[in-house]
């Protein structure tokens, strides 16, 4: 029996501990908070419930698939449920498109009655090429283990496959090539900060985001998607896996190229076959590991931009407010401006930011039926001080940008005045602070770069026996990617001898 270390309960530990433990191992999770999840994270006061990090649950096959390969279906363990419709747009010129949880053909619909009938043949010849690119890089490069640039010599192999692809195409370019309407390209830039990213340095093959989310469904858990990792964390209990909370690992330890155990900040050392590592991959390799490998690792590490952060806002909110969706994003008037601000050497909190609030219509996430639960995000640039980052921990600084947002939301047609029953502030500061994220990147690093995929680090690392799981590894950070990371890993171990 193979004893394995996974290093951190984020979704990513989580999974990867279930499908070793069925396969046959023993495995030990350590967690430096006191509980599982990581960002995955839930707060409950006066019977306001908010998730902390994702509100949206796309392609719960991979976690299906996680549930039947360990046990028990996931659908007896958690309800999945499509709001509708699922969300509301708002654009600069007031315009509001309100779109349903899945169906491209009713979506582009949708887009159409609110944006004019072109907006329909637009984006359906999008999201039609974007279906091509799915095929074409689902299993090569996201559901494999992405070596290098060799892997993919198939893709290649076949011109036509490749221009389609267009590596060295960013998603604005693509965006302007199908869409005419301003609106609908500010709608596909969008689904780069889902990756941490700026729409005019992130790869075109992006646009599989949208199509996955309007293909395959935009899905609430009832109760909060933090369900999901109450559910994997039960399906770890009964598979018999260990943990360890309030327990920080503070070193890998090697012999030769090999791992040899893990040193805890009690000092304990303890000897493991294996270590999976579900920290930042930043953070393992410039301070969990000193190895002539692991400098190497992060060399090549930060040649990528970190992915942005975010500011978030919980609202408890009495009363309910007129024309509001589940999922709700209002656009600012110059998105570029935001992307300027974040990306920059000498970033700023985004001045007049995109505002996305999500106000779950779910009676277990709100302590009656006239109040709201607001979980308000913008993006943010990382916290630190230096180059690319700023002091979230400046006095008053979170106070006066939070009334900055509530302002800006007035501004947008949506007064909370006097409704607000009291707030909690995350800054990309607490981020850090608690998940051990570097400045709060959300999803270590960014798509930004038509090497990025390759930049990120590998899920088997060049030492051997150490393993790399979550958001910062590949293919890359938001559930379904970090779901994936998790099978690429287990089936990189395979199963006990
Ligand atoms: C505000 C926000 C909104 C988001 N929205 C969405 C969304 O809508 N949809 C979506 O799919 N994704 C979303 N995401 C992204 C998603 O939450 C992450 O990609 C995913 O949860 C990351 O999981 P992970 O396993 O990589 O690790 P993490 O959640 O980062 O967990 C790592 C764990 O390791 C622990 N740890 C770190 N170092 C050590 C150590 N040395 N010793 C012991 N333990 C350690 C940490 O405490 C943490 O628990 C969002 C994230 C945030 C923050």
Known sequence: MTKIAVIGSGVGGLAVA????????????????????????????????????????????VYRDLFDRTGKPL?????????????????????????????????????????????????????????????????????????????????AKNPLNLF??????????????????????????????????????????LITVPYLEQNFGAWHISGGIHQLGVAIYG????????????????????QGNSVKSIILDTGEEIEFDLVVSNTDAQLLYSKLIDHPLAKKALQRLTKSTPSLSGFVLLLAVEGETPDIEHHNVWFPADYDAEFDQIF??????????????????????????????????????????GPGLVDWNQPGMKENYAKNILSRLTDRGVNLEGRIKWQQIRTPADLESEFNAPGGSIYGSSSNGARAAFLRPMNKSSINGLYLVGGSSHPGGGLPLVGLSARIVANLIGKAK
């Open 235 to 254: 399906r770890c209990n009964e598979l018999g896996v260990e943990f360890r909370f309030n327990t920080q690992v503070q070193k890998i330890q090697t």
């Open 18 to 61: 279930a499908r070793l433990q069925a396969l046959g191992h023993a495995v030990t999770v350590f967690e430096k908070q006191a509980t599982f999840g990581g960002k995955l994270a839930r707060f409950e006061k006066e019977g306001y419930v908010f998730d902390l990090g994702p509100s949206l649950f796309t392609l719960p096959a």
């Open 344 to 385: 920059s050497k000498h970033p700023q909190p985004v001045t007049d930011p995109t505002i996305y609030a999500c106000v779950p219509d779910d009676a277990s996430m709100r302590p009656n039926a006239n109040s709201e639960s607001w979980f308000v995000l913008v993006n943010a640039p990382r916290h630190g001080v």
């Open 164 to 205: 389609k692809v267009r590596p060295w195409q960013s998603l604005r370019r693509v965006a302007n090539q199908h869409l005419k309407d301003p609106r609908l390209i500010m709608l596909l830039d969008r689904y780069a900060t889902y990756t941490g990213s700026d729409p005019r340095k992130a790869p075109a093959a």
């Open 75 to 155: 659908d007896d363990q958690i309800e999945i449920v499509a709001p509708s419709p699922a969300f509301r747009y708002q654009f600069p010129d007031g315009q509001v498109v309100k779109l349903p949880a899945s169906d491209p053909g009713r979506i582009a619909g949708a887009l159409g009655a609110a944006l004019g009938s072109a907006a329909t043949t637009q984006w359906l010849s999008l999201i039609k090429h974007a279906a091509q690119i799915w095929q074409l890089t689902r299993v090569p490069i996201l559901e494999s283990p992405l070596n290098g640039w060799r892997d993919l010599i198939p893709l």
